[in-house]
């Protein structure tokens, strides 16, 4: 039985989501405005806006078995640009709660890619989740994951919301299961004003300590969510038709890569050995903390005020690297792992590395050769390409920074050396933009960038996050940079 959604949280999710496609994700396929889903009856139908324009859409749909289990649907597809490459992402949530909003499981589609990729989730324990992830046409991946028994649905917490919020200044705390990140967190939320017979609901989930994501609901007195906002890259969707959808022009979506830039003002300068930078974010109401990121040669201390931090960054090399193989490897299994994003066991992946390495015991040697190997691999270098899984890179040969970092990382760890990618920011013409690399353990981590082949990385590269892309979601290696998303500036105090 489908009946009406009324997800004022499920938007908060549709919305985190949707950023988080902004910032990893883009597919080479254009966006027909005249294809939507299917419609049925008690279908929601909100319209995107990113920058002030029309940038996609997002429908919902809740379904109530004869048991009394209830099953919410969302599909999101978004149009954007990346420089001039216009792009597109879709992604469609399927999550299962019991009438009493326990989490039952979920299914996840991601078409990021020519590949999707596609995870399936069950509670298999009270404080445990199995995770089945499926890239293309490699064989699906299992994986446990901590699960939290309190969390609940999307339909309890919108039902929860809408019964408990009703005065200005009443607040609501829950555990809430976002499927798009495959994990719990909490979520706060305060009915912070009453006008023209709407709600607006100011909601803050902590996916990181001291970090939250902000954003705004706007719900009439049927629960019903009329608007919802957030403040990174002017995020909004509005309550529309599949009829107005269908007549809307997405054929000049808005720019989020060159636009994003954080601006320098001025040349970096050639020494690039160590710098020291100054990093501040603009608005210091949001609750956000820069943390550690954990990256080869970054040094994170508070600058002595709120929202403003220095950083020291200096390039790592290792004169004293291990000897392939790695026995015993002190590092945790995971940095050697074959993953839905790295498919280190590819039997084609295996034989070319196997060739690029040779003879060499080096293991920062064989790294860097693998690494000058990606860069030449790769021949059309562009903005239009997804953030594909690895194999998927060494079928295409294309791809920008995150291709080169994922199939850099596979062959990695097919050749034995344990790897991990580094999401952050790098210095471009007088601006830092975003970017990714690699780093591998050689006796102690040292970065590597296959995007410009160099075989070391300078300091003009600033990690922000760490991942070893297991098979969990790959947006929660982005959802922690969210909130500097148009929010920060750098200056450089030093350079040697």
């Not at 069950?122 to 991946?141: H, N």
């Not at 040697?365 to 693998?370: I, T, V």
């Amino acid at each position: 039985m489908c009946s009406p959604t009324h997800l004022a949280g499920a938007k908060v999710r549709s919305l985190i989501l949707l950023l988080l496609l902004c910032l990893s994700a883009c597919s080479s396929r254009n966006f027909p405005s005249t294809e939507t889903e299917s419609a049925r009856p008690g279908d929601e139908w909100f319209l995107i806006h990113l920058r002030g324009r029309p940038a996609g859409y997002s429908s919902q749909r809740k379904v109530v078995g004869e048991n009394g289990n209830i099953e919410t649907i969302s599909f999101t597809r978004m149009s954007m640009k990346r420089g001039k490459e216009k792009i597109t992402v879709e992604m469609r949530l399927e999550l299962r709660e019991s009438a009493a909003g326990n989490i039952l499981s979920f299914r996840k589609e991601e078409k990021t890619a020519r590949q999707g990729v596609t995870t399936v989730g069950k509670v298999i324990e009270p404080d445990r989740l199995m995770l089945e992830v499926t890239s293309g046409d490699s064989p699906a991946r299992r994986q446990e994951a901590p699960f939290n028994p309190a969390a609940r649905g999307f339909q309890y917490v919108s039902e929860k919301i809408s019964a408990t919020l009703k005065e200005e200044g009443d607040r609501l705390e829950l555990m809430v299961f976002m499927p798009d990140l495959s994990r719990c967190v909490k979520q706060v939320s305060t009915l912070s004003t009453l006008e023209n017979g709407l709600r607006q609901i100011e909601n803050r989930l902590e996916v990181a300590p001291g970090n939250s994501l902000v954003s705004t609901d706007w719900v009439d007195d049927k629960g019903k969510t009329v608007r919802s906002s957030m403040p990174y890259l002017g995020l909004e969707t509005v309550l529309s038709s599949r009829e107005e959808i269908l007549a809307a022009d997405f054929s000049s979506p808005p720019e989020i890569f060159i636009s994003s830039a954080i601006p320098l003002g001025r040349f970096l300068g050639w020494k690039r050995q160590e710098i020291v930078y100054q990093l501040r974010i603009r608005d210091k109401n949001q609750p956000i903390e820069l943390r550690e990121s954990g990256a080869a040669g970054h040094e994170l201390t508070a600058a002595g005020e709120k929202g403003a931090w220095r950083l020291k960054v200096r390039a790592v090399d290792n004169p004293n690297a291990r000897p392939l193989p790695l026995d015993p490897n002190p590092l945790p299994k995971r940095y050697l792992a074959s993953t839905a994003y790295l498919q280190a066991d590819d039997g084609r992946l295996n034989e070319l590395t196997k060739k690029i390495i040779g003879k060499e015991k080096n293991s920062l040697k064989a790294a860097q050769q693998l690494e000058k190997w990606v860069y030449n691999y790769i021949r059309k270098k562009n903005l239009g390409t997804a953030f594909a899984t690895a194999k998927e890179v060494l079928e295409t040969r294309q791809g920008d920074c995150t291709e080169h970092a994922v199939l850099l990382a596979a062959m990695c760890r097919a050749g034995g050396i344990p790897s991990r990618v580094v999401a952050g920011l790098v210095y471009h013409k007088k601006n830092f933009v975003g970017h990714m690399w690699t780093e591998v353990y050689t006796g102690k981590w040292v970065p590597l960038d296959a995007t410009i082949g160099k075989g070391r990385v300078e300091a003009d590269h600033i990690a922000l996050s760490v991942s070893a892309l297991d098979n969990s979601a790959v947006s929660e290696m982005f959802v922690g940079l969210i909130p500097f998303l148009g929010n920060m500036d750098i200056e450089v105090l030093e350079t040697r």
